[in-house]
């Protein structure tokens, strides 16, 4: 008798203008289906925000434990904070106090769930893989580049080059070609990095892009999207390998 798959629930909590993640994180996981004895479904839980300014992601991030009560209502086996510069615009560090916080939220509620966050994320995935140099793209505004940049060294990972494509409001940020980062990628100076960073923001539309750019390259090459799909899979203890989604997701970490 074969027995029936694993089905695990994913919970999101995502910006209110964000049309990617609920796309890119199921487009990976379902890739998982066709091989493993897994069946996912995925909920999400909004939290306000059009503007990619400092302002709107403060306001933004203070629903998030709203956002995870929700979510532990349904009893969600890993939630996934999914908002790279939002937690990287609250102060170096604040992705494990945001963690903590929102677990505990989930406890409270009787529905406890590990939770992970897509700046936790990427930091996590760039240890993994033994980078310590690396090069990032990002649709931001120059000054939140920078803040992500101070970010990413204050956690011993050092960025050589970074580019901001400055595209301040949300949905147009979702609406870029997902093909747009191999070609943007030509525009950062990668000589000495040990990865690349194709999309420092997990809005920004790159899984079509990963692998192109990774062969392309011969570096491994990293979204904060498919890092977030790897820490997923660590918490669920499952291997942490989906096909043609870079060299974070080969299995090998």
């Not at 750019?213 to 498919?226: N, Y």
């Not at 669920?236 to 997701?249: K, N």
Request: charged share 20%; aromatic share 4%.
């Amino acid at each position: 008798m074969t027995s029936s798959p694993r089905t695990i629930r994913i919970g999101q909590i995502v910006p209110s203008s964000n049309t990617t993640m609920e796309t890119e994180i199921p487009a990976m996981l379902r890739r998982r289906e066709a091989f493993a004895p897994e069946r996912y479904t995925f909920h999400s839980s909004r939290m306000r925000m059009k503007q990619v300014t400092a302002a709107e992601l403060a306001s933004m991030d203070k629903e998030s434990d709203r956002c995870a009560q929700e979510l532990s209502d349904a009893r969600v086996d890993v939630l996934g904070y999914a908002c790279l510069v939002a937690i990287m615009s609250q102060g170096l560090g604040y992705h494990r106090v945001s963690q903590e916080r929102l677990h505990q939220a989930t406890v409270d509620n009787g529905g406890p769930a590990p939770v992970i966050s897509s700046a936790g994320a990427l930091v996590e995935g760039l240890h993994a893989i033994g980078a310590r140099k690396v090069a990032i793209l990002t649709p931001y505004m120059k000054p939140l580049t920078k803040l992500v940049v101070d970010y990413i060294e204050n956690e011993g990972i050092e960025v050589l080059d970074s580019v901001s494509l400055e595209i301040p409001d949300n949905l147009q940020v979702g609406a870029q070609n997902p093909l747009a980062p191999a070609e943007h990628v030509n525009r950062l100076n990668t000589r000495g990095v040990d990865a690349v960073v194709l999309s420092a923001c997990v809005q920004m539309p790159s899984l079509a892009s990963i692998q192109p750019v990774q062969d392309r390259l011969g570096l491994p090459v990293i979204t904060a999207a498919a890092a977030t799909v790897y820490r997923m899979l660590q918490v669920l203890e499952l291997e942490t390998r989906v096909p043609d989604a870079g060299e974070l997701l080969t299995g090998k970490y």
